[in-house]
């Protein structure tokens, strides 16, 4: 997905991203060459913001009005009407290569789904009590998944029957999982288990996601106290006290990311001990918001996107310690018709 153009083409400026709070959703696209990122951001105080990044090659010519390859666009904001506190994103198979979005406004949970024919629009959200924390993740047969960890420290796994899609009937698979209650738990996570292709070249699901059998993603729940890792196949790991988590399906398993009060990421890979390591964070601060996306083309690499100081940083983690890379997000876009030189991002 990428903002349109302008009708007339402007030098493009740089300018910081929109004011963002809350949690932030990342995930790669099908767009682009390689698969562009998709960003999505809860504004300040209205609404959601969009971002994307042009992954492709340095020698490829950016679209017109688009960032150039390895740079991000301007935001474009939808969903007005509410203020927004978690975001998360997918790119699905279904539509085909539509977003699926899954953000919650208080305790209330809402789905949105951008389309080419339709940009973004509200959909039918999952049942589930007030919550706390959401997740959702699609698994490689094409099962999308919603995660809602209620107020009362419940986790509810819910798997979407999408034959119809885009409509969605959810049943309720937390007895199944078997996800452990407690109070103390404050974040969800769901990630695709290893061995289930979640990359943006990969194609629809053949079974609609009905399947009652569908492999289950992983669930990763944490506290201030201590966290707890579900496999997809129902063992369970220890993990350490967090404030915030993000996870992803590498070639090596699951690689896990957390933050607790330190200026770097716990990573993890549950169930493989001896592959703890430390990834830093540039800033300083408090971290606020993280989310975490696989790279299709580069199958070592993980893309991040951390909050840090009210500052959005762009991190990409190869999987070694000496060669992570970190730079400060900042949009390229157009200047707006008659605000001179001042670049705007389209609300």
């Given at each position: 997905m990428a903002v349109p153009p302008s009708s007339s083409p402007r030098p493009l400026r740089t300018a910081p991203p929109p004011v963002s709070r809350g949690g932030i959703g990342l995930a790669q696209g099908?767009?682009?060459?390689?698969?562009?990122?998709?960003?999505?951001?809860?504004?300040?105080?209205?609404?959601?913001w969009v971002l994307w990044f042009n992954s492709d090659p340095q020698d490829t010519s950016p679209e017109p009005g688009g960032p150039p390859p390895g740079e991000w666009s301007g935001a474009l904001r939808f969903a007005t009407g509410r203020r927004y506190d978690e975001v998360g994103v997918l790119q699905s198979r279904h539509g085909p290569h539509h977003l699926e979005l899954l953000a919650r406004s208080g305790d209330t949970t809402h789905r949105l789904r951008w389309s080419p024919e339709q940009a973004f629009t509200a959909e039918q959200p999952p049942p589930g009590a007030p919550a706390r924390a959401i997740g959702t993740t699609e698994t490689a047969n094409g099962t999308l998944w919603t995660g809602i960890l209620a107020k009362d420290g419940r986790p509810r796994l819910l798997r979407a029957d999408a034959s119809a899609y885009p409509r969605l009937t959810w049943a309720d698979d937390t007895p199944a999982a078997g996800l452990p209650t407690d109070d103390r738990w404050t974040a969800m996570t769901l990630v695709a288990g290893p061995g289930t292709d979640t990359g943006a070249d990969a194609g629809p699901g053949t079974n609609g996601g009905s399947d009652a059998d569908a492999e289950r993603p992983a669930v990763v729940l944490v506290g201030d106290r201590e966290g707890v890792f579900l496999s997809p196949t129902g063992e369970t790991h220890p993990l350490p006290a967090a404030a915030l988590a993000a996870a992803v399906t590498a070639d090596d398993g699951v690689r896990l990311y957390l933050w607790s009060e330190g200026p770097w990421l716990e990573v993890l890979a549950p169930g493989s001990p001896g592959g703890a390591r430390r990834l830093p964070l540039p800033g300083s601060g408090e971290v606020t918001a993280l989310a975490a996306t696989p790279l299709s083309h580069e199958p070592d690499g993980t893309d991040l996107v951390v909050r840090r100081g009210g500052h959005l940083w762009h991190l990409?983690?190869?999987?070694?310690?000496?060669?992570?890379?970190?730079?400060?997000?900042?949009?390229?876009?157009?200047?707006?018709?008659g605000n001179g030189p001042h670049s705007v991002h389209r609300g």
């Open positions: 099908r767009y682009g060459l390689r698969g562009n990122l998709e960003l999505v951001l809860c504004d300040d105080q209205d609404g959601l990409r983690d190869t999987g070694r310690e000496d060669a992570a890379t970190a730079a400060e997000l900042t949009s390229r876009l157009t200047p707006a018709p």
